[in-house]
């Protein structure tokens, strides 16, 4: 009797559907035509190009529209088929394309910024635009009359822009780490709170409006989710990069953050989990643990005719502890750190083999492998429980 033949198992590996040859140079955003199958892309060759699938399952270009300056970022519209385009000149273009996505209407240019505009976002609710420049400059405009209503100036150049039409906060990272809350009102603005929990720049932000939490990617590879509905500013770390956070996406039905990393890595969070929240850093002239002074303690130095140490901290208790009390190494998932950190020895003593596990869990294709190899490219990753029933 022949065996009978086992079915595959599914993978949940991406297909490659089409390749679109969208500029000739770095395109910096494209965006997908909802219920078009369709794409626009604009780049540094000024291009502004719009592209359908035809019947015969090929892209092929149905705009092909050069501005004046390099196009930096977009902002779409589908509702209203409004195209918002900011330029390396620090303008912003608006269009409206037509039904048939064909052709694309001038409307009006805001003379926004004096450098490269970063990021745009077009609010309908309000009928405001928002955006950055280089010129560290935030703006909002009224989209019906082009008037500018207001600005605030940034400590470093924005890079990260999110929107609650609800409450009428901005969130802006910049480069210097700094996470900035704005209150917008019609023609001014008002300063909320500043976020400084990154030791690099902000290179992406996420915004959850309905459980109110504020993701922020970093340069230092890590991500920070800020409670700022539930627990006012409390701050979680998560730690799942070897290189630089690129980009984060946050899926509200499933409570599930993806980020993509310079390492090639792309983590899924659950963020459907109790998670410890990071502790704060405490100051201290000596080490908590062992009391040796800190290398800036001249008058310990002194006293005790000792030699200052560097100062570090513990990741779990927030301590600050000499290299020697804090020469272990343990990853803490139940506090978002998937890798090892530093810790102190008592705290490194604390923690369970258990714990040390709980929560950790990693995929890539339908590997579950924990020693898998995750050095190649394009790795996926999905970290933490199963949903809560």
Wanted: charged fraction near 25%; include cysteine.
């Amino acid at each position: 009797m022949a065996a009978e033949i086992q079915p595959k198992p599914l993978t949940r590996k991406p297909i490659l559907l089409q390749r679109v040859e969208g500029s000739q140079e770095v395109v910096n955003m494209a965006v997908i035509v909802p219920k078009e199958e369709g794409v626009i892309s604009v780049s540094e060759d000024r291009t502004v190009r719009v592209w359908l699938k035809r019947d015969s399952g090929q892209y092929w270009p149905s705009i092909y529209h050069v501005m004046p300056s390099p196009c930096s970022c977009m902002s779409f519209n589908p509702e209203t088929r409004r195209l918002s385009i900011g330029l390396d000149n620090g303008t912003i273009s608006e269009f409206i394309l037509s039904e048939d996505y064909n052709k694309m209407t001038p409307v009006k240019n805001y003379q926004a910024h004096q450098s490269r505009v970063t990021m745009i976002q077009f609010v309908l609710e309000l009928e405001w635009v928002l955006s950055t420049g280089q010129d560290k400059q935030f703006a909002w405009h009224c989209s019906e009359s082009g008037q500018r209503l207001g600005g605030y100036r940034t400590s470093a150049v924005a890079s990260g822009l999110q929107f609650d039409v609800e409450t009428r906060h901005v969130f802006i990272g910049d480069q210097s780490g700094q996470v900035t809350i704005l209150k917008l009102e019609q023609e001014n603005c008002t300063l909320v709170t500043t976020f400084r929990g990154h030791t690099g720049g902000v290179t992406a932000l996420c915004w959850d409006p309905v459980q109110r939490v504020l993701f922020s990617g970093s340069s230092d590879h890590s991500v920070i989710m800020w409670d700022i509905g539930g627990r006012k500013g409390t701050a979680i770390e998560l730690q799942g990069h070897n290189d630089k956070v690129q980009a984060l996406s946050y899926a509200q039905h499933t409570r599930q953050l993806i980020s993509c990393g310079g390492d090639g890595g792309i983590v899924v969070w659950n963020m459907d989990v109790e998670r410890q929240e990071t502790p704060e850093w405490l100051d201290s002239d000596s080490c908590q643990k062992c009391d040796q002074p800190f290398f800036w303690n001249f008058k310990q130095m002194w006293d005790s005719k000792k030699i200052g140490l560097r100062q570090h901290h513990c990741r779990k208790c927030g301590k600050a502890v000499c290299g020697k009390c804090s020469s272990k190494r343990s990853p803490i998932p139940l506090m978002g750190f998937e890798f090892e950190v530093r810790v102190c020895d008592s705290c490194h003593e604390a923690i369970t083999d258990e714990e040390r596990q709980k929560d950790r869990i990693y995929s890539r294709n339908g590997c579950s492998n924990p020693n898998h190899d995750w050095s190649s490219k394009a790795d996926v990753r999905v970290v933490g429980e199963k949903p809560k029933s």
